[in-house]
């Protein structure tokens, strides 16, 4: 409490184990005679921790207790001194009553209440006096005991300020909290005791024992062993029952989520086969459409010869005479325009082909030196040679793009002009003479559909300087055709048919062929001119074939021996382009994989099924056991027809040997353990 006029505080407190009085027994403070600078004296608080004499601390769970003062009914109040304590004032009256008379030795204490308002008389001069009201603020809540001490001449005992004080209330963050005792488990400490025998107490002569609290005991019904034994096995069954229910529950739940799940993976799988399938013919139609490969021209030929031999077959079948004839001379001439028209996509799709590979030619010719570390990262290394690839990459982009203004083109040709320089001979001379009448025919602002020749000669030269290695180190190792003559007659063939000497690499050689007959080129001709053959789809299954082939790591070779004629023919005669188990004839979805995964793959080794097929075939460890009989003959029958026909080449006759002994060491080890 304070008394804004006066600048005092007056502290009370109540339930905090010491009462406080007034004053004086009448409610008002009785002064003394002191300087007036100092402060007014104060009613005594129970939380003052000094006296002039020593102190005994207490701890809090003493209780508290009433001063002496307070104790024996005396009230003092007058004026101290700064630097004096509540502590060294003196009681000025006493009162005695019976009990302090009786209990000299120990102190009585008193109920008391305090009022809500006391009335308090303060000296303010020397002979003048003023009495203050001073209003008593009663707490709200029981302040706790938190210790104090106990002056051990007196026995009067002081409490902490902080049981007479207001408690700091905490800032409320928003956030509910909880003390440690609601979040950890309360711990207690029981006696335990073994059970003592005991006797009961009974009514007899001369003792009676109340019978209010006995209760009355009945037997029930009597039951054998076999009765209670039928009631727990009875109990037993009723459990088994629900349980077996439960499970069977459970076990009905799982099969029906089990289904879900595989008639959801089974559509999922169907739906993604045929948006599969829709992408593969329409990136056919696309390369029909817009052929710009090898493969894509070949399927187009393809097509045209199946579209004649419908055409023929129908006219064969529904005309004769002189309008059968007249109708094959038109299919004739139809067939005509239509090969020249694919003529004519050929002819542009080999100039932007060559564009490409000339473009990555280039690009081979500035990548920088890779090798792979021990931590598998890739270490890239530019040499003086890749700078140089680089620098001629970028000027021939320069040169080749059109449809920049006249300076850029001037600054490009003059680029060129002083990097071709830096060698002086008859090529070089040629490309400067060039590049100055380009310039100079620019200046006399020609037309750039008049310069398109000379460009063109431009770009021609500038690339034959770049494929020489005195002027493009880099390209010495990427060209086909040695500089060194002597080298081209050991490993060049000379083809019949185009009149052509070749590398090795340009003669595809059959497994079954004892020369080396005519080059790709000249068999691509006249397959175009003929049969008109598609072999993309037999391409694909030997390449997959080969890469199976390889994750083995056993060291296959036959596999690389065969060539796409050999595998046309192992497809077509002795499996009938259909696959073992399923009949599936679409080429796409099928594969050749091993029959005995043990071995490795061989013409008389193999089985050609669907990729979903040949995962499980795969997977199989006895091939007895789950193939049936006349299965397994007739896929041995298919291995004996491809003996026959791979054992005329002789290349292949010595794996023939090797694995007819493999097999003969197999059924022996077979017998012996019989």
């Not at 045929?274 to 056919?284: A, D, N």
């Not at 239509?338 to 003529?343: D, M, P």
């Not at 022996?668 to 353990?673: A, L, T, Y």
């Given at each position: 409490?304070?008394?804004?006029?006066?600048?005092?505080?007056?502290?009370?407190?109540?339930?905090?184990?010491?009462?406080?009085?007034?004053?004086?027994?009448?409610?008002?403070?009785?002064?003394?005679?002191?300087?007036?600078?100092?402060?007014?004296?104060?009613?005594?608080?129970?939380?003052?921790?000094?006296?002039?004499?020593?102190?005994?601390?207490?701890?809090?769970?003493?209780?508290?207790?009433?001063?002496?003062?307070?104790?024996?009914?005396?009230?003092?109040?007058?004026?101290?001194?700064?630097?004096?304590?509540?502590?060294?004032?003196?009681?000025?009256?006493?009162?005695?009553?019976?009990?302090?008379?009786?209990?000299?030795?120990?102190?009585?204490?008193?109920?008391?209440?305090?009022?809500?308002?006391?009335?308090?008389?303060?000296?303010?001069?020397?002979?003048?006096?003023?009495?203050?009201?001073?209003?008593?603020?009663?707490?709200?809540?029981?302040?706790?005991?938190?210790?104090?001490?106990?002056?051990?001449?007196?026995?009067?005992?002081?409490?902490?300020?902080?049981?007479?004080?207001?408690?700091?209330?905490?800032?409320?963050?928003?956030?509910?909290?909880?003390?440690?005792?609601?979040?950890?488990?309360?711990?207690?400490?029981?006696?335990?005791?073994?059970?003592?025998?005991?006797?009961?107490?009974?009514?007899?002569?001369?003792?009676?024992?109340?019978?209010?609290?006995?209760?009355?005991?009945?037997?029930?019904?009597?039951?054998?062993?076999?009765?209670?034994?039928?009631?727990?096995?009875?109990?037993?069954?009723?459990?088994?029952?629900?349980?077996?229910?439960?499970?069977?529950?459970?076990?009905?739940?799982?099969?029906?989520?089990?289904?879900?799940?595989?008639?959801?993976?089974?559509?999922?799988?169907?739906?993604?086969?045929?948006?599969?399938?829709?992408?593969?013919?329409?990136?056919?139609?696309?390369?029909?459409?817009?052929?710009?490969?090898?493969?894509?021209?070949?399927?187009?030929?393809?097509?045209?010869?199946?579209?004649?031999?419908?055409?023929t077959e129908r006219i064969n079948r529904t005309l004769t005479g002189a309008k059968r004839k007249a109708a094959l001379c038109a299919l004739l001439e139809e067939e005509t325009q239509l090969i020249a028209c694919?003529?004519?996509?050929?002819?542009?799709?080999?100039?932007?082909?060559?564009?490409?590979?000339?473009?990555?030619?280039?690009?081979?010719?500035?990548?920088?030196?890779?090798?792979?570390?021990?931590?598998?990262?890739?270490?890239?290394?530019?040499?003086?040679?890749?700078?140089?690839?680089?620098?001629?990459?970028?000027?021939?982009?320069?040169?080749?793009?059109?449809?920049?203004?006249?300076?850029?083109?001037?600054?490009?040709?003059?680029?060129?002009?002083?990097?071709?320089?830096?060698?002086?001979?008859?090529?070089?001379?040629?490309?400067?003479?060039?590049?100055?009448?380009?310039?100079?025919?620019?200046?006399?602002?020609?037309?750039?559909?008049?310069?398109?020749?000379?460009?063109?000669?431009?770009?021609?030269?500038?690339?034959?300087?770049?494929?020489?290695?005195?002027?493009?180190?880099?390209?010495?190792?990427?060209?086909?055709?040695?500089?060194?003559?002597?080298?081209?007659?050991?490993?060049?063939?000379?083809?019949?048919?185009?009149?052509?000497?070749?590398?090795?690499?340009?003669?595809?050689?059959?497994?079954?062929?004892?020369?080396?007959?005519?080059?790709?080129?000249?068999?691509?001709?006249?397959?175009?001119?003929?049969?008109?053959?598609?072999?993309?789809?037999?391409?694909?299954?030997?390449?997959?074939?080969?890469?199976?082939?390889?994750?083995?790591?056993?060291?296959?070779?036959?596999?690389?021996?065969?060539?796409?004629?050999?595998?046309?023919?192992?497809?077509?005669?002795?499996?009938?382009?259909?696959?073992?188990?399923?009949?599936?004839?679409?080429?796409?979805?099928?594969?050749?994989?091993?029959?005995?995964?043990?071995?490795?793959?061989?013409?008389?080794?193999?089985?050609?099924?669907?990729?979903?097929?040949?995962?499980?075939?795969?997977?199989?460890?006895?091939?007895?056991?789950?193939?049936?009989?006349?299965?397994?003959?007739?896929?041995?029958?298919?291995?004996?027809?491809?003996?026959?026909?791979?054992?005329?080449?002789?290349?292949?006759?010595?794996?023939?040997?090797?694995?007819?002994?493999?097999?003969?060491?197999?059924?022996?080890?077979?017998?012996?353990?019989?």
């Amino acid at each position: 409490m304070e008394d804004a006029s006066d600048g005092f505080e007056v502290a009370t407190s109540e339930g905090s184990g010491a009462e406080q009085s007034p004053a004086s027994s009448q409610g008002k403070a009785v002064g003394e005679a002191g300087d007036p600078a100092e402060k007014p004296l104060l009613p005594e608080p129970a939380g003052t921790a000094q006296s002039e004499e020593g102190w005994d601390q207490q701890s809090p769970s003493q209780n508290s207790v009433l001063p002496d003062n307070i104790a024996n009914g005396t009230e003092t109040a007058s004026m101290i001194e700064d630097n004096e304590t509540l502590g060294k004032t003196n009681s000025d009256e006493t009162v005695q009553s019976e009990n302090q008379e009786r209990f000299p030795g120990e102190v009585i204490q008193k109920d008391y209440h305090m009022p809500d308002v006391i009335t308090v008389r303060i000296q303010t001069g020397s002979n003048s006096f003023q009495e203050v009201a001073v209003k008593v603020e009663r707490p709200t809540y029981n302040k706790p005991f938190l210790g104090g001490f106990r002056n051990m001449s007196t026995g009067v005992e002081f409490h902490n300020a902080g049981s007479q004080t207001k408690p700091k209330k905490r800032p409320d963050k928003g956030i509910q909290l909880f003390c440690r005792e609601t979040q950890t488990v309360v711990e207690k400490n029981t006696q335990q005791q073994t059970r003592n025998t005991t006797s009961t107490q009974m009514t007899k002569i001369g003792l009676y024992v109340s019978n209010m609290t006995d209760k009355l005991i009945t037997p029930g019904k009597y039951f054998t062993a076999e009765e209670y034994h039928k009631r727990r096995l009875e109990a037993v069954i009723v459990l088994q029952k629900y349980f077996r229910r439960w499970h069977a529950v459970n076990l009905v739940q799982n099969l029906k989520e089990q289904k879900r799940s595989r008639l959801a993976r089974e559509a999922q799988e169907e739906l993604q086969k045929k948006r599969e399938k829709e992408e593969k013919l329409r990136r056919e139609y696309e390369k029909k459409l817009n052929p710009k490969t090898k493969e894509d021209f070949e399927l187009l030929y393809h097509d045209l010869e199946l579209w004649m031999q419908e055409e023929t077959e129908r006219i064969n079948r529904t005309l004769t005479g002189a309008k059968r004839k007249a109708a094959l001379c038109a299919l004739l001439e139809e067939e005509t325009q239509l090969i020249a028209c694919i003529g004519m996509h050929k002819l542009n799709a080999n100039v932007e082909n060559q564009q490409k590979a000339i473009l990555h030619f280039l690009v081979k010719c500035a990548q920088p030196r890779r090798w792979k570390a021990f931590d598998g990262k890739i270490t890239e290394m530019d040499t003086q040679n890749s700078l140089r690839g680089k620098e001629l990459l970028e000027i021939y982009r320069s040169i080749n793009t059109r449809g920049i203004p006249k300076d850029e083109r001037t600054s490009v040709l003059l680029t060129l002009k002083w990097t071709v320089k830096e060698h002086e001979c008859k090529l070089t001379q040629e490309i400067v003479a060039l590049i100055d009448r380009e310039i100079d025919l620019m200046s006399r602002e020609v037309k750039e559909c008049n310069l398109e020749g000379l460009r063109k000669r431009i770009c021609t030269l500038f690339l034959q300087y770049i494929k020489i290695p005195e002027f493009n180190p880099q390209v010495a190792g990427l060209i086909k055709v040695p500089q060194d003559p002597l080298k081209l007659y050991k490993n060049v063939y000379f083809c019949h048919s185009c009149e052509k000497y070749l590398a090795p690499t340009e003669f595809p050689i059959p497994a079954n062929s004892h020369t080396i007959g005519r080059c790709r080129s000249c068999y691509q001709l006249d397959n175009e001119a003929r049969q008109r053959e598609a072999y993309f789809k037999y391409r694909l299954i030997l390449e997959n074939l080969r890469k199976s082939e390889v994750d083995y790591q056993d060291d296959s070779k036959i596999v690389f021996l065969v060539q796409l004629p050999d595998m046309q023919y192992l497809i077509e005669n002795i499996w009938n382009c259909q696959s073992a188990l399923s009949a599936c004839s679409d080429l796409y979805d099928l594969v050749m994989v091993r029959w005995d995964k043990q071995h490795e793959w061989s013409p008389w080794n193999t089985i050609l099924l669907t990729k979903e097929e040949a995962d499980a075939h795969l997977k199989l460890c006895n091939l007895q056991k789950t193939y049936e009989a006349p299965f397994i003959y007739r896929i041995e029958q298919k291995h004996i027809r491809a003996k026959n026909y791979f054992a005329q080449i002789p290349v292949m006759s010595s794996f023939l040997h090797r694995s007819s002994n493999q097999s003969n060491a197999n059924s022996c080890k077979k017998n012996i353990v019989l």
